[in-house]
């Protein structure tokens, strides 16, 4: 095949337009480009077609629960997928265990036409069809929004682009469960992914102190204040506040916010006990609803909020008003829409920063994620709080993940021991 030129097509749609097709429907109606692309890669490999198939029932039976679950498993068989047919030339069921090993070594250096700078969409509607977007690429360097690089720079980066340890076991987990399914099926003879991962020279065993990404308390507070002296200025800004002070102080994934198959978040999901607690209702990580407590101090923003949507006073649990609205269009919104908005709000507190002298600082808004947010609140409130409730609010399964992640007690003794250590003999 020729290696300069990126030849490959996305395979499988986005969760939603997948949902939408019938179970025994192989290609969409209104995307005849993956049909297209499968039956002309059939010619020359022979099997690729049930390939497709088997990989489209695989998503339709992993990726049911949610949209998470279906990006990550569709991201990782696609690429599979694609580099077994125009890489490797066979079927995914004819590969050998070295054919494995050529494919991990192929995903922990990819090749610089198959990596891109930015996550683009792999299909664009266009005359009520959907087509191929010609930017997509099946990997994406994360570049910090710091870095605005040239041309140059950004092909400099593409060739010393390593695939991340989490991305790599990403990769593991997700062929050997796919294999499985396969074997399951009676499509594959075998399961060598276990074997290739254990000699696998790219995962290191990590034991690390965990750097949680979060923002300053100055960070934070320049956020929250810029946010609202834009709301005060600009009633559309209303929602963007609305949306900073839940994430940070309710402590939600950006997809518990958002619009899904499954859960719509409403007003109504707000609560309120017989003992005059306030409450969030949240369907969280695992499909599991968990209640967030909700302080006292995040009320006004809320009701300054509802004022806006031209509601009154604290939602009843009948309402099914949509809790984030569309500023065009019906019902909620998705987790690309809020992260956008997210980060409007952080490069207008990088601007008021570095005009106020805080240029040092403002650099980290530049890196900064939606996801951040949640760190935020839960590592400015660990210390004042009993671990089992902060566990409890954050959706951990147990306390040990919350105290790994954010007060990491193992290593604060160890620090506190170590820093008495000499250098000399007494």
């Not at 125009?86 to 922990?108: C, M, N, P, Q, W």
């Not at 990769?171 to 075998?190: H, I, P, Q, R």
């Not at 899904?260 to 607690?277: A, E, L, Q």
């Not at 829409?337 to 005009?355: C, G, K, P, S």
Request: glycine share 4%.
């Amino acid at each position: 095949m020729n290696t300069d030129a990126f030849n490959a097509e996305p395979l499988f749609d986005s969760h939603r337009n997948f949902q939408q097709m019938h179970r025994n429907q192989l290609f969409s109606e209104d995307n005849q480009s993956v049909k297209q692309f499968v039956d002309t890669i059939n010619q020359t490999v022979n099997g690729a077609l049930e390939d497709y198939r088997y990989t489209k029932e695989f998503l339709q039976s992993k990726g049911r629960r949610n949209e998470a679950t279906y990006n990550l498993f569709r991201s990782e068989t696609e690429k599979f997928l694609l580099w077994a047919w125009l890489y490797a030339g066979k079927s995914i069921v004819t590969l050998k265990r070295r054919d494995l090993e050529t494919y991990i070594d192929f995903v922990h250096k990819p090749p610089v036409n198959w990596i891109s700078s930015y996550v683009y969409r792999r299909f664009e509607d266009r005359n009520g069809y959907r087509h191929v977007n010609p930017d997509w690429r099946p990997f994406t360097i994360k570049i910090p929004k710091s870095q605005r690089l040239d041309d140059i720079d950004f092909n400099n980066k593409k060739r010393n682009y390593q695939c991340s340890q989490d991305a790599m076991k990403a990769t593991f987990s997700v062929l050997n469960v796919f294999y499985d399914y396969l074997v399951t099926e009676d499509y594959a003879f075998g399961n060598a992914i276990a074997s290739v991962k254990k000699d696998s020279p790219y995962l290191i065993k990590d034991a690390s102190v965990v750097d949680v990404k979060r923002l300053s308390s100055l960070q934070w507070d320049y956020i929250l204040q810029s946010t609202q002296t834009l709301a005060d200025g600009d009633e559309t800004f209303e929602r963007t506040l609305f949306i900073i002070a839940c994430l940070k102080t309710l402590y939600l994934r950006v997809s518990e916010l958002s619009e899904r198959p499954v859960w719509s978040p409403v007003m109504g999901h707000f609560w309120t006990d017989k003992d005059k607690n306030h409450w969030f209702k949240v369907f969280g990580k695992g499909n599991k609803q968990r209640d967030v407590s909700v302080p006292d101090s995040f009320l006004p923003y809320l009701e300054r909020y509802r004022q806006y949507r031209g509601l009154n006073g604290y939602p009843l649990s009948s309402e099914t008003d949509p809790l984030l609205n569309k500023l065009k269009g019906f019902g909620g919104m998705t987790s690309r829409q809020l992260r956008r908005i997210v980060q409007q709000a952080f490069d207008h507190a990088y601007e008021q920063m570095t005009q106020e002298g805080f240029s040092h600082e403002a650099q980290t808004l530049k890196q900064a994620t939606t996801h951040w947010l949640r760190h935020t609140g839960a590592s400015m409130d660990i210390a004042s709080r009993p671990l089992k409730h902060m566990a409890d609010e954050l959706g951990h399964a147990s306390m040990g993940t919350t105290d790994r992640v954010y007060v990491q007690s193992d290593h604060l003794e160890r620090a506190k021991s170590g820093k008495k250590r000499s250098i000399e003999s007494s």
